[in-house]
């Protein structure tokens, strides 16, 4: 489906105000605003277009330049920078960005009406030439460089990752986190118990493998002395504790 680019003469005020300044070769930047509003409400006047919606833009536009013509008759306002400000500084900026667009649009128009004159065929090629990669010179990619050359740039790269590596916090053990499961630890000692009947505690603790499993295993007799699953007695203070299984249980 084609594109259609329309740009009939005077579609909107911006387009009747480039008329007349194009009309009458005026400086687009220094717009005699009083020439030009005389000329835009002398063409709206005799305007035979009825529909309101058209006509409200062109008597907006109107306002506009009145307003600025007033202005300029008026003391020159100085902004902050301390410049004095020109009244028609944002119209001839609407103006140069509706002057950009309506170019585009011409070139769009040309490069429409032109698009039938250019032809393109789908790429077809050989398989054999399709797949070709050209072969790589190793002695060219390598160049001057030389295994004295790479054994420098060798050392250089294992010297900043030495470098990288914190001298103390290097010397830190790994910290693994072991895990214990607490029920069959239970199950293991009350086994024990059973078959030895009373035993060391120091012994029972000595036996374990590791100090989570001392620590597991101190927990367990705790919770099987509550249930009454064992009794615990020492004859002297400082003296090892004796660990008697006992058959019946005072669970609370």
């Given at each position: 489906?084609?594109?259609?680019?329309?740009?009939?003469?005077?579609?909107?005020?911006?387009?009747?105000l480039l008329h007349l300044i194009e009309k009458n070769k005026?400086?687009?930047?220094?717009?005699?605003?009083?020439?030009?509003?005389?000329?835009?409400?002398?063409?709206?006047?005799?305007?035979?277009?009825?529909?309101?919606?058209?006509?409200?833009?062109?008597?907006?536009?109107?306002?506009?330049?009145?307003?600025?013509?007033?202005?300029?008759?008026?003391?020159?306002?100085?902004?902050?920078?301390?410049?004095?400000?020109?009244?028609?500084?944002?119209?001839?900026?609407?103006?140069?960005?509706?002057?950009?667009?309506?170019?585009?649009?011409?070139?769009?128009?040309?490069?429409?009406?032109?698009?039938?004159?250019?032809?393109y065929k789908k790429q077809t090629l050989p398989d054999e030439?399709?797949?070709?990669?050209?072969?790589?010179?190793?002695?060219?990619?390598?160049?001057?460089?030389?295994?004295?050359?790479?054994?420098?740039?060798?050392?250089?790269?294992?010297?900043?990752?030495?470098?990288?590596?914190d001298p103390i916090r290097s010397t830190f053990g790994k910290?693994?986190?072991?895990?214990?499961?607490?029920?069959?630890?239970?199950?293991?000692?009350?086994?024990?118990?059973?078959?030895?009947?009373?035993?060391?505690?120091?012994?029972?603790?000595?036996?374990?493998?590791?100090?989570?499993?001392?620590?597991?295993?101190?927990?367990?007799?705790?919770?099987?002395?509550?249930?009454?699953?064992?009794?615990?007695?020492?004859?002297?203070?400082?003296?090892?504790?004796?660990?008697?299984?006992?058959?019946?249980?005072?669970?609370?």
């Open positions: 489906m084609a594109i259609e680019v329309k740009l009939e003469i005077f579609e909107g005020p911006l387009d009747l005026l400086d687009i930047y220094d717009i005699p605003i009083v020439e030009i509003t005389n000329q835009y409400l002398e063409y709206v006047k005799n305007m035979k277009n009825k529909d309101m919606n058209v006509m409200s833009e062109f008597l907006l536009m109107a306002a506009t330049l009145v307003d600025i013509k007033c202005k300029m008759l008026l003391p020159r306002e100085v902004d902050e920078e301390g410049e004095v400000e020109d009244p028609r500084a944002e119209l001839v900026q609407k103006l140069l960005e509706y002057k950009m667009y309506k170019y585009m649009s011409f070139e769009l128009k040309d490069m429409q009406q032109s698009a039938h004159k250019y032809l030439v399709a797949d070709y990669r050209q072969p790589v010179d190793y002695e060219e990619l390598i160049g001057e460089l030389t295994l004295k050359k790479l054994h420098e740039i060798f050392k250089s790269i294992e010297k900043k990752q030495s470098d990288k590596i910290i693994e986190r072991e895990e214990v499961d607490m029920d069959q630890k239970m199950e293991d000692v009350l086994l024990y118990a059973k078959q030895k009947g009373t035993f060391s505690f120091r012994e029972l603790l000595t036996m374990q493998a590791s100090k989570m499993n001392v620590i597991v295993t101190f927990l367990v007799i705790l919770e099987l002395m509550k249930v009454g699953k064992i009794m615990l007695e020492q004859q002297e203070l400082f003296d090892d504790i004796h660990i008697t299984y006992s058959s019946v249980s005072c669970k609370e």
